[in-house]
C-alpha cells in the first residue's frame, strides 16, 4: 500500500513537473516568436529604409542630370549667340569704320588744299557717320539684351508723331548721302501705350534697313495710323525687296501681345512682310 501511495504520489510529482516544463517551453517559444517577429519588423524597417535611400540617391542623380544636360543646352546657345553676335558686329560696323577712315585720310591728304567749307563738310560728315556707327552699336547691344532676355519693358504713353521725327533726323545724313528721300505720315495727336526705346530702336533699324537697301535717289516712306483698336507702322521703300523664303521665316516669329497691336511692314518690289510687336 505504502509502495503504491509513494507510486502514485510520483506520478504526480513527476505530472507537475512535466506541466511546469511544458508551461516554460511554451512561455520561452512565444518570447523567441516575439523576438523573430521585432527582428522581421526591424528587418523590414531596414529595408524600407534602404530603398527610400537609394530611391532619393537616383531622384537626386537624375535631378542632377537633367540639370546639367539643361545647363549645358544654355551654355550651348550662348556659345551660339556669342558667335552670330561677333558676325553681325564684324559685318555691321566694319563698312561704317571704312568710312569713317576714308574721310579721316581725305582730310589729312589735302588738309593744305581743302577749302574751309570743304574741311568743315569732311568733319560733318565724320560727326555723322560716327553717330549713325554709335546709333549702330546701340542697336546691336539692344539686341544682344533682347536675346538674352534682360530688357524689361517700361510701359508709358508716347507720341508716335515726335518719337518718329527723332528716327528720321537721325537718319537725315544718310539718306542725304544717297539722295533718297524721307517722308512722314503720323497724326500729331497719335500716341501709344508702349516703350519708348524699344519702339525708337524698332523705328531706327526699320528706317536703317530701308536705307541701306534702297538705291539712290530712291524713296522711303514711314506712316502710323489707327485701325480699331490696334495701331499701325507701314514703312515703305522702293529697294531690293525680300526674298519670298527669308520672309516666310521672318513671318513665324512668335511675339507677345499687349494692351495694342503693333503691326509692322517693309515694302520693296512689293515684299511684304507683318510683325506683331509688343506694344
Given at each position: 500500500m505504502k509502495d503504491s501511495i509513494r507510486a502514485l504520489e510520483g506520478l504526480e510529482k513527476s505530472a507537475q513537473i512535466e506541466a511546469v516544463y511544458k508551461n516554460e517551453q511554451t512561455e520561452r517559444e512565444a518570447e523567441l516568436a516575439q523576438i523573430q517577429l521585432a527582428n522581421k519588423e526591424q528587418e523590414t524597417t531596414y529595408l524600407y529604409l534602404i530603398i527610400l535611400v537609394v530611391a532619393g540617391l537616383f531622384i537626386f542623380v537624375?535631378?542632377?542630370y537633367r540639370q546639367k544636360r539643361k545647363l549645358n543646352h544654355e551654355l550651348r546657345e550662348i556659345n551660339q549667340f556669342k558667335d552670330k553676335l561677333?558676325?553681325?558686329?564684324a559685318h555691321d560696323l566694319k563698312n561704317p569704320f571704312f568710312v569713317v577712315l576714308g574721310y579721316s585720310e581725305m582730310l589729312l591728304d589735302d588738309f593744305d588744299t581743302l577749302t574751309d567749307q570743304e574741311k568743315l563738310n569732311f568733319i560733318n560728315?565724320?560727326?555723322?557717320v560716327t553717330l549713325n556707327n554709335y546709333q549702330l552699336l546701340e542697336n546691336l547691344l539692344e539686341w544682344s539684351q533682347s536675346n538674352l532676355k534682360i530688357i524689361q519693358p517700361?510701359?508709358?504713353?508716347?507720341?508716335?508723331?515726335?518719337?518718329s521725327q527723332k528716327a528720321i533726323d537721325l537718319l537725315k545724313h544718310s539718306a542725304k548721302m544717297k539722295m533718297i528721300t524721307?517722308?512722314?505720315?503720323?497724326p500729331k495727336e497719335l500716341t501709344m501705350n508702349t516703350d519708348q526705346n524699344l519702339i525708337y530702336s524698332i523705328l531706327r533699324n526699320?528706317?536703317?534697313n530701308s536705307l541701306k537697301f534702297t538705291n539712290r535717289e530712291g524713296n522711303v516712306s514711314l506712316k502710323w495710323f489707327e485701325n480699331h483698336d490696334s495701331v499701325h507702322l507701314e514703312v515703305e521703300d522702293n529697294?531690293?525687296?525680300?526674298n519670298p523664303l527669308i520672309l516666310e521665316k521672318f513671318l513665324k516669329i512668335k511675339t507677345s501681345t499687349a494692351q495694342k497691336e503693333l503691326r509692322v511692314r517693309r515694302f520693296g518690289h512689293r515684299a511684304f512682310s507683318g510683325l506683331r510687336?509688343?506694344?
Open positions: 537624375f535631378y542632377a561677333f558676325r553681325v558686329i560728315n565724320i560727326k555723322h517700361k510701359f508709358e504713353v508716347i507720341n508716335l508723331s515726335t518719337i524721307m517722308t512722314m505720315d503720323v526699320l528706317l536703317g529697294g531690293i525687296g525680300m510687336i509688343c506694344a
